[in-house]
């Protein structure tokens, strides 16, 4: 099997190679009125001859000689054509190009999963994008509070690890695959911890792929894909310098600065000139927790106190892009205790516990345009993280802290991981693209929780094909071939993306995709007990396999340059065997462990609105999402649970005096489930349900001499902390199985401040 690997990578890398025809040469800088444009298109019309313009706006393309069209387009500007004679071996020297304004340009572009930057509308893949002026006007400190308003979406909090999980279309988040800029993250637990540990301030847009991507991107790719995209600086700059500021009670709770609340500062700054370009930045997020129902010392919202740190280099020319960037995570969430008489010294004491977590992730890519229809790219990280947990006592008399002597009260817990991944892109004609690469996942773990010090290395070759076979229609084959070091996965791994252009403005999507997921090191080894939590890893478990259908279907109702609307209706299937999840150990009723779940099933509908008119700018959605009851084939139950969402973000922009206001608005229904339960007479099987919600923010942004932004608003305007649950405590992963939920900490007023400072 190596020896084909080999020979397909190597007979596709051969097609990078070829003569040309001796051609002249266009160049060009393009601009708008506030500078150079970095990304904008430019190719020869009718050719498959183009390229992306670099930092400072220019170009310098290659084109066969005779009267040609050249083509500059880039979103939110109107398209640029000019015919231009070009003669064999001269260069055509255009030199500024000044492109348009095109007011409420739906056109994203996008780069997930992609051959190239493209816009929304002309990729296969169904992708939602959230940019960086709609995070801006969220006042978010994490990304989840901007992910949670997105249709489709749940997340689900364990306040006793201060930890978050994320769901997507109905399945949790370890099928739900967290990149930034491409590159996989690493999280200790079955939750996407990770999420919540990237700097909000350095992000430029959030890519979401809804339904399977486990042939591009691999395991954990099962239910779509969280792309997390930074900044990379402005164009023509010569430096910028950004800083802000912003306070946030915690319901009714507030201190300044420093105590109750949420607090962030942010200070970054970037230099550039010629292609290179430096940057750094430092984010301290302080949060005071909240009290909640607890009493004395405990909060029911743990404090915490993060700092995250982003040092990066990049260094562009015409041809190559290539940059290296080191991200740092300290967070220590901290488990207050109540107060007690100490029976050795008989002062008043406090048991504390801290989960101290360090993270660094250094992150390189690498980009090498050979021409203009092959590149190769690489993409590499190296991940050491670990999770500390320290127990001391503290006298709160003599006011002196001991490290606790109890057994499993100090521990640390260690993942590391090396990332690889190149990739070729080849656009052999205007009709036929091909995309294939190398994949290596190197995994190792230890700890006084981990048994052993295992790894599991993963090796893939996967490859897919784009063909155009007309304007209208356009298919996307593709394939993984997988080694694993412990599991062994299905001989191929295939996928098929469609899209089918069925009129002007109405595109449809068609998607099958297979997904394999061996279980991670944290499945197989990990064990985790103290008072709150009893999980041991199971050696024995079989990896994941799964069958996803999904359809969507968009139109373009209305596109003119002061009204848009466009409408998208979706729907999915999505079976699974051997979906791995937590249970109770049949072995021991009092602890939880990692179980294979033979038969799971999701299934649903989505439908999606935006809806732009001059200045304002409107999104509703709705969703209908259906989840496998697995007694269903035991007893009269029905086969699926169904729940529903309802979103909407509204904005209206105040353009004379530079305003805007903005709501965001969900309804997140009730979510039902069956359980079995022990009675007298056996096992009886109840329904369960969690309790349907509210949630909603209102924001104002204020901007004034151009460099300053000021944001206020209110979030969690329902007043939301917990929901209902009416499921019963099975006494396994955690203590407080039913009850009620933990959503938030009430209504949260905030106020910001950023300001940017840039020399050109």
Known sequence: ???????????????????????????????????????????????????????????SL?????????VIQFMGFQSFEKEIDIKSEKLVSLGNITLNEKSNDLQDVVVTGQFGPQSVRNSVYQVRTITNEQIKLRGATNIQTVLNTELGMRFSNDLTLGTTDVQLMGMSGQNVKVLLDGVPLVDRGATRESIGQIDINIIDRIEIVEGPMSVTYGSDALAGVINI???????????????????????????????EGTHNEFLGLAWQKKGLQISGNFTRNFFGGWQGLSTGRSKEWMPKEQYLTTVGISYRTQKFNGWYRFNGTNETLKSL???????????????????????????????????????????ASYTD??????????????????????????????????????????????????????????????????????????????????????????????????????????????????????????????????????????????????????IRGNTNLKAENSNSFNAFLSYQLIEKPELRLNSTLGVFYNVFNNLISIGVDPNDPKVSTYL?????????????????????????????????????????LPEFTWSSEVNTNIRYTFTKIATSISLFYKFTGKQPGYQAISIESGVQTRLAETAGFHTSDLTFNKVFYKNFSLLAGIKNLFNVTRVTNSAVDSGGAHSSGGGSVPMSYGRSYFLGLTAQLTKH
């Open 596 to 636: 294979n779940v033979d038969l799971y099933k999701t299934t649903g509908t989505t439908f999606n609105n935006t809806f732009y008119w001059e200045n304002l700018q409107a999104t509703l959605g709705y969703s209908y999402i259906g989840r496998f009851n697995r007694f269903s084939t035991t007893e009269s």
């Open 62 to 70: 290659n084109s066969p000689p005779g009267k040609q069209i050249l």
């Open 385 to 534: 993280y670990s999770r500390n947990t320290q127990t001391t006592d503290i006298d709160l008399v003599r006011d002196r802290r001991t490290l606790s002597l109890i057994d499993g009260s100090q521990d640390k817990a260690i993942f590391q991981t090396t990332f690889a991944r190149l990739t070729g892109q080849h656009k052999f004609s205007p009709k036929v693209s091909l995309q294939h690469g190398l994949e290596a996942n190197i995994n190792s773990s230890a700890g006084a929780r981990i048994q052993g010090t295992p790894t599991i290395n993963e090796f893939a070759y996967f490859a897919s094909s784009e063909l155009k076979l007309n304007s209208n229609i356009n298919i996307r084959p593709g394939l993984r071939l997988i080694r694993n070091s412990i599991y062994d996965a299905p001989p191929v791994i295939p996928s098929i993306n469609t899209k089918f252009t069925l009129a002007n403005g109405l595109d449809l999507r068609i998607a099958y995709a297979r997904g394999f997921r061996s279980p991670a090191l944290r499945e197989l080894y990990f064990t985790f007990f103290d008072s709150n939590h009893s």
């Open 1 to 59: 099997m190596r020896f084909l690997y080999l020979f397909i990578f190597a007979y596709a890398i051969a097609f990078t190679i070829y003569s040309q025809e001796r051609s002249g040469k266009v160049e060009g800088r393009v601009i708008d009125n506030n500078g150079a444009i970095a990304g904008a298109s430019v190719a020869i019309k009718n050719t498959h001859l183009g390229q992306l313009t670099l930092a400072d706006g220019s170009f």
């Open 229 to 259: 995209i930074t900044k990379k600086g402005e164009d023509g700059a010569n430096w910028i310098l950004t800083a802000r500021a912003q306070e946030e009670t915690s319901g009714n709770e507030y201190q300044a600065f420093q105590g």
């Open 337 to 379: 205790g109540n107060t007690y008489v100490s029976t050795q010294t008989n002062n008043l004491s406090a048991t504390d516990q801290y989960y101290i977590t360090t993270r660094w992730f250094h992150q390189m890519q690498g980009e090498y345009q050979f021409n203009a229809s092959n590149s190769l790219n690489l993409a």
